[in-house]
């Protein structure tokens, strides 16, 4: 009888093994059918079909830190898009090890996966500045790479790589105006140490702070800007009176209204993909725009924007009603939908006559430096070459030519307009 027990208790038990048994394969099965395919994601990084790529990225970002190893490894694939998208995907994991490698990156022959390697140490950020401020102090190192470092520090504004910056500003003429353009991009914590570089021996020091702080637009620097005005050079007290022109147009609310759906993307070729959308209702839009355009009507400027919309602005002091906005909306709205685009972002902004654009002063100021430097000044002035801008209203020739997709005058204008030229220098220079 004990016999049979047993036999009846080890068939029992052996029975509940083996049922155990089975599920525990099934749920490991099952979690091993759930793991995500990391080389297939990878290879679909450079999909035909941008939302496969989009997909595919999302896929790799949520498998975090299985993913990073292979993504550094495809940093070196001859496939450009490859590249690019595995930095990018790099960048959202924010995986410590991928930064010397997204590093190498920044001097890589495709301004996209250039790019790319910029915004992904952005995302990284705070554990990106040690390495970069080493790089930015190295003299022997490449200079377009220390450039590109200085572009991805103003982007974390970290305040360690504020005195780092400054030293390489007053150290090196070569950077000068890279770091001119990006201090300014630091906001607050960098303000008092850009007064004080408006008493430094040199003046070209002077003109980049004094360029930096206007671009912060920080009321503390109104008083040291105000001194700068009696600068004794020339090119300081320009940029002095821009700064303080600056400031003054950034307290000023300059919105007027906005319409439709503003758009976010995951990566790049989304955007691209949609800017180039937008082009397309800019461009088809010359001739339905013209009753609104000055002189006829109050539209100074429209155009795409790299903030993934249409801008228009309106000159300053014109009486614009929702009637006549929503006209505007139209023109762009319906030619939007003609492109599959719908509820198309458009803003308003109210905005100052071209003569005040900053960057031609800017331009015009340097022309003239050179100019001197060349013993050329009076063949200049006589050709009348740096009059800044003439007024918009002066011919309807000209204001015809106030149609270029180009962002609001006054200090938008001019940090987008500096960004690509130093983009564009860069480029050159290669």
Not at 377 to 399: D, F, P, Q, W
């Amino acid at each position: 009888m004990e016999i049979e027990k047993l036999k009846i208790h080890f068939v029992f038990f052996s029975l509940i093994i083996f049922q155990l048994s089975v599920f525990s394969n099934i749920n490991v099965a099952s979690a091993a059918s759930d793991e995500p395919d990391i080389e297939t994601l990878i290879e679909d990084l450079n999909a035909q079909d941008v939302n496969v790529k989009a997909t595919s990225v999302k896929a790799l970002v949520e498998a975090g830190e299985p993913a990073v190893e292979p993504l550094i490894k495809v940093l070196n694939s001859k496939d450009p898009e490859i590249r690019e998208n595995a930095a990018i995907t790099l960048g959202k994991i924010k995986d410590e090890r991928a930064i010397d490698p997204l590093i190498k990156l920044l001097t890589d022959e495709e301004w996209e996966v250039e790019s790319a390697a910029t915004s992904a140490l952005v995302e990284i950020g705070e554990p990106v500045v040690e390495p970069l401020v080493f790089i930015l102090q190295d003299k022997n190192e490449d200079v377009f790479l220390r450039m590109k470092v200085i572009a991805v520090l103003a982007g974390i504004k970290d305040e360690r790589a504020i005195q780092p910056m400054i030293r390489v500003l007053k150290e090196e003429p070569e950077l000068q105006a890279d770091l001119g353009y990006r201090l300014g991009l630091m906001g607050e914590p960098a303000v008092e140490p850009l007064i004080q570089l408006l008493d430094d021996d040199d003046p070209e020091v002077r003109v980049r702070a004094a360029e930096a702080l206007g671009r912060i637009g920080d009321g503390r620097a109104i008083g040291a800007l105000t001194d700068a005005l009696n600068d004794k050079d020339e090119t300081v007290r320009v940029f002095a009176k821009m700064g303080l022109e600056s400031i003054e147009t950034q307290k000023k609310n300059t919105l007027i209204a906005t319409y439709g759906k503003e758009r976010e993307f995951y990566i790049e070729d989304q955007r691209r993909e949609w800017l180039s959308k937008l082009d397309t209702v800019y461009k088809l839009s010359g001739n339905y725009m013209k009753p609104y355009t000055y002189p006829e009507g109050p539209v100074i400027s429209y155009g795409w924007s790299i903030e993934n919309r249409i801008e228009v602005g309106i000159l300053e002091g014109s009486e614009v009603n929702n009637s006549t906005l929503n006209d505007i909306y139209t023109v762009f709205d319906s030619l939007g939908k003609v492109n599959e685009v719908d509820d198309i972002p458009v803003v308003f902004f109210c905005a100052e006559p071209f003569k005040n654009d900053i960057m031609t002063e800017r331009n015009a100021v340097e022309e003239t430096e050179e100019a001197k430097k060349n013993g050329k000044i009076e063949e200049l002035e006589e050709s009348e070459k740096v009059n800044g801008t003439k007024e918009a209203s002066e011919t309807e020739e000209e204001a015809g030519d106030l149609q270029s997709p180009v962002s609001v005058p006054g200090p938008r204008a001019m940090f987008v307009l500096s960004d690509l030229l130093i983009s564009a220098f860069i480029v050159n220079k290669r």
